[in-house]
């Protein structure tokens, strides 16, 4: 039952922000995968945001005594290395958990980047149309016609590897998707009821855009918005095993697949798992950001 019908039938109405939180518990109680996916997420953050608490090393520290050591339950391992060690006696796990702090810190910033202005360019394209249209999407059709990752590696070749490149980079390269999804949700939106409304009582064009069009495309923001975080992390992670990525002394999940490609028969795990890290990490966004989608749908709050 929605608000409006509540109020009709002399039921209590709800808050909205009650009637969302009711939704993400139904949502959650029909998805266990959204569950776990979840789970393991909170888990990710808490290991990025705590990760010099929690790695047992520093992840830099090198010991060529015990380099190439293996996981705590293969014979030979090391005590106190309970995921083995690199070529270099680095502690993998230790730069497993500093990586985590990089990817998710990649990952959002950038996502966070290109949303906002891919946002704000489909916003006015669709809505002004006209000129200001067709110069947005020209734009988007040149950069299109570039490979996301080789016009990433183009810059920053140029500019030198850097944490912060790399976000500007990956953020100012994944704008297009937000352009053209809220352009099109604007054009079909923009001849609505309640827009035309908003103008005949005194709107200008930005409140329209803020407060009317912008809360209708919520659902495909969301969308985007959790499959772009996923996408910048594994171009993050292909960046970092070209060696284009951040600084080789930070240590990354990319970069710890680089460094173990060459020891794949002899010491698996230091490319096993940073890319399980890698693997586990999108799953759990992409599978969080289908219920999200679910929940965000308006037509979620009135089933």
Known sequence: ??????????????????????????????????????????????????????????????????????????????PGYPLGTDNLGRDVLSRIVYGTRISLLVGVAATLLSGVVGTAIGLVSGYYRGWRDQVFMRLADIQLAFPTI?????????????????????????WVNYARVVRAEVLSLR???????????????????????????????????????????????????????????????????ADGQLYLRSAWWIAVFSGAAIMLTTLSINVTGDMLRDVADPKAYTK
Do not use: C
């Open 150 to 174: 080789l016009l990433a590696l183009a810059i920053i070749a140029v500019l030198g590897p850097s944490l912060w490149f790399v976000i500007l980079v990956l953020g100012l390269t994944g």
């Open 1 to 78: 039952m929605t608000t409006a019908t509540a109020g009709r039938t002399g039921a209590p109405a709800r808050p909205a922000s009650n009637t969302m939180w009711h939704a993400v518990r139904r949502a959650l109680r029909r998805n266990h995968a959204a569950k776990v996916a979840i789970g393991v997420l909170f888990l990710v953050v808490i290991v990025g945001v705590f990760g010099p608490l929690i790695a047992p090393h520093d992840p830099n520290a090198q010991n060529l005594t015990l380099k190439l050591r293996p996981p705590f339950w293969s014979a030979g391992h090391q």
């Open 191 to 257: 001849s609505r009821e309640f827009v035309v409304a908003a103008r005949a009582i005194g709107d200008n064009d930005r409140q329209i855009m803020t407060r009317h069009l912008l809360p209708n495309i919520t659902a495909p923001l969301v969308t985007i918005g959790t499959l772009q975080v996923a996408a910048m992390i594994i171009a993050e992670a292909s960046l970092g095993y070209l060696g284009l990525g951040v600084p080789p002394s930070i240590p990354t999940w990319g970069g710890m697949l």
